[in-house]
């Protein structure tokens, strides 16, 4: 036969607080059932209490109770025992006619019902408790020996994948436990993420998670806030993403100086191996394996783009490009051109003035030697008249 019992919301801890198995109602239900099997109007000396009492830390829980005597008596005092103390000498949790403390309330009373509350129960509380009285003649005292069991409970959450990785894509379903002796009572929840209240729902599920659903989770029951669980981690593991360097799209270094470009990225777990690239016409060589990129006395071979490259176990990521121009790369070489360039004009100059002067004299010695020879033609005719 299932018992049920109720608790309420206490603000007195922090850790309060509270959880509700049954509603008031059934609890009354209960107490008033007790009432009747007992025989309360009968003659007989009894105590009835349910045999198994469940709460959850935090919560208050009430043990109903009832209690009957021969008709005619008058109860005088009324008192509750844990097994830890002996159950007819004591001590006894409270003797005073009220018995309200700020951890044990008496709401009974000295007639028939015998319910005792206790407030925001802790582990150390579970165990067996009886109930005694006695009355006004000499031997009129009772005690129903065969006491009610407290068992504490933890609100727990189960996952749905066990202890496995959880990876970006996969689905985790999340259910709030709140049972006794593995008997699991369907009840309303609220689902917190690190603290903060994201939805009210029977299970919490996750469907293709990511970077952004990891963190700690936690269940309370709707009606009692103050009584949560303990917390489950969800860490979602992905592949390096966000791969970035240092350096702009293009960066300027003097000719000898030195550059060091930092490469980063998002990944979990961490990445584990950097690698940088150069590509040097159209190859692509490796330049480093660290997360740095150091290059000492830049030189013009050092021209280029790079790009670095992050690797966990879940896959790579490439970073954009990099180019890198060393600075009087290109006025030097615009040196070198021009200076070949002079040389060249010089070296033509040179031989268009050497082709000049030998034409010339080549010119001058082929004009003077018909003129000598045409004068002597002419003379000698004259010389012969």
């Not at 097994?83 to 000295?110: A, C, H, Q």
């Not at 004009?345 to 010339?360: E, Q």
Request: one cysteine or more; charged letters at 20%; proline letters at 3%.
């Amino acid at each position: 036969m299932a018992f049920c019992t109720l608790t309420k919301i206490e603000n007195k801890k922090l850790t309060g607080k509270s959880f509700s198995m049954c509603s008031e109602h059934r609890t009354l239900t209960w107490t008033l059932l007790l009432l009747l099997l007992s025989g309360a109007l009968g003659k007989e000396w009894d105590v009835k209490y349910p045999p198994v009492i469940c709460a959850v830390k935090g919560s208050s829980v009430v043990i109903p109770c009832s209690f009957h005597y021969p008709y005619g008596l008058a109860v005088q005092n009324v008192m509750w025992a844990h097994e830890r103390n002996n159950f007819y000498t004591g001590p006894f949790l409270s003797e005073i006619n009220s018995m309200k403390s700020s951890k044990f309330e008496y709401v009974g009373d000295k007639h028939h019902n015998c319910s005792l509350k206790i407030h925001s129960v802790e582990h150390n509380d579970r165990g067996e408790y009886a109930f005694r009285f006695t009355t006004n003649t000499e031997n009129g005292i009772w005690t129903g020996s065969e006491g009610t069991r407290l068992s504490i409970i933890d609100l727990k959450i189960k996952r749905s994948n066990g202890n496995r990785t959880t990876n970006e894509g996969d689905s985790v379903e999340l259910t709030c436990l709140s049972s006794c002796s593995g008997l699991n009572r369907p009840s309303a929840f609220l689902w917190f993420k690190n603290g903060e209240l994201i939805t009210e729902e029977p299970s919490l599920r996750l469907s293709n998670v990511s970077s952004s659903s990891s963190g700690n989770y936690s269940c309370s029951l709707k009606s009692h806030k103050g009584t949560t669980s303990g917390v489950i981690n969800i860490n979602v593991e992905y592949g390096p993403k966000n791969t970035t360097t240092s350096a702009g799209p293009s960066v300027e270094v003097d000719l000898r100086s030195s550059i060091i470009v930092n490469c980063s990225s998002d990944a979990n777990p961490p990445v584990e191996n950097y690698t940088w690239f150069r590509i040097h016409s159209d190859d692509i060589e490796r330049v480093g394996n660290k997360s740095e990129l150091y290059i000492i006395e830049v030189s013009n071979g050092d021209n280029g783009q790079y790009f670095c490259r992050a690797t966990n176990k879940h896959g790579s990521q490439n970073s954009s490009f990099v180019t890198l121009k060393v600075k009087g790369y290109f006025s030097y070489s615009i040196s070198i051109s021009i200076i070949i360039a002079a040389a060249a004009a010089v070296t033509a100059l040179l031989i268009a003035l050497a082709v000049v002067t030998v034409f010339r004299k080549l010119n001058k010695e082929g004009t003077s030697a018909p003129e000598v020879e045409c004068v002597e033609a002419i003379q000698v005719p004259l010389s012969v008249y």
